[in-house]
């Protein structure tokens, strides 16, 4: 070999790729590739410990479902009215499958062994319902529910409810 040439072999036992210092270029963006990924994990980090605020969303579909909102509407029968009810066979109307009754009363929070004391087709703000009556919390107290025809296990379309006193 002359005194020129340069020995690009690499020491015994290395390989040739290892014995090569790294040109200035690649070490520095080696140091700001790392620097970035630092930054990354920080910034990730703060955000998960971070406590968001109110923030608007689009609608959330498992409010809908899950959350029942409680009914605006007053149902358009009086106290009398409501007793009379009891003095008659239900008309459970759309709801006269019993399975599907055993739905609404799903949704409602029943078991299905709750009996339905009373039934009619009725007419809210102008939207068709059902009313059905159930035994109430305490003794000698009615329950009287509006629901939509619909009324299902996953929506009971409740529009009004109402408690009155057994004479």
Not at 98 to 127: D, F, K, Q, V
């Amino acid at each position: 070999m002359d005194a020129g040439d340069r020995d690009t072999r690499a020491p015994a036992g290395r390989p040739a790729h290892s014995s090569r210092p790294l040109p200035r270029l690649n070490r520095i963006a080696a140091a700001v590739g790392g620097a970035a990924a630092l930054l990354a994990v920080g910034v990730g980090t703060a955000a998960l410990i971070r406590s968001p605020g109110n923030t608007s969303s689009a609608p959330r579909s498992l409010d809908a479902i899950t959350v029942a909102s409680e009914p605006s509407a007053v149902l358009p029968l009086s106290q009398p009215e409501i007793l009379a009810l009891l003095d008659r066979s239900p008309e459970y109307g759309a709801l006269a499958d019993p399975a599907r009754r055993t739905g609404c009363l799903a949704g409602l929070g029943y078991p299905s062994s709750t009996r339905i004391l009373g039934a009619r087709p009725i007419e809210i703000n102008g939207h068709p319902g059902v009313v059905l009556l159930l035994p109430g919390d305490s003794t000698g107290t009615i329950l009287a529910l509006a629901v939509a025809p619909s009324c299902s296990s996953a929506d009971t379309g409740l529009l009004a409810d109402t408690t009155v006193r057994r004479p």
